[in-house]
């Protein structure tokens, strides 16, 4: 039985920005992608990996743009779909991050 898992990735992410703090996004998705392991996943769920380790560190809107002109599953959306991805992408690291904050809100509001 073989699984797959993207928890190998993540201390690869966390060596590389050890390393290099200032590395750029496309950068590591492409050195992941490169990687036999990793070859099932799509760039989402990595990206997704990527910025989930990014802990404090700014992102600016042009670095992740760029990484989604480079990536492969990407590349044939519009701007206005790439936009959209991007904008759940973060939505869904906000609500990961926060995901205990939002339940006890949920708590005190009943």
Known sequence: MIMW????????????YKTNARRSISGT??????????????????LY????????????????NYAFNKSQDFRHLSVKEKKEVRQQLFKNLYVAKNKSVDNSRKVENL
């Open 5 to 16: 898992s993207l928890e190998p990735a993540e201390e690869i992410i966390k060596k590389l």
């Open 49 to 64: 990996k990527i910025l989930q380790n990014l802990n404090g560190i700014n992102i600016s809107e042009r670095q992740l």
């Open 29 to 46: 998705l492409s050195y992941i992608r490169r990687q036999h392991r990793f070859s099932i996943f799509g760039d989402y769920p990595i």
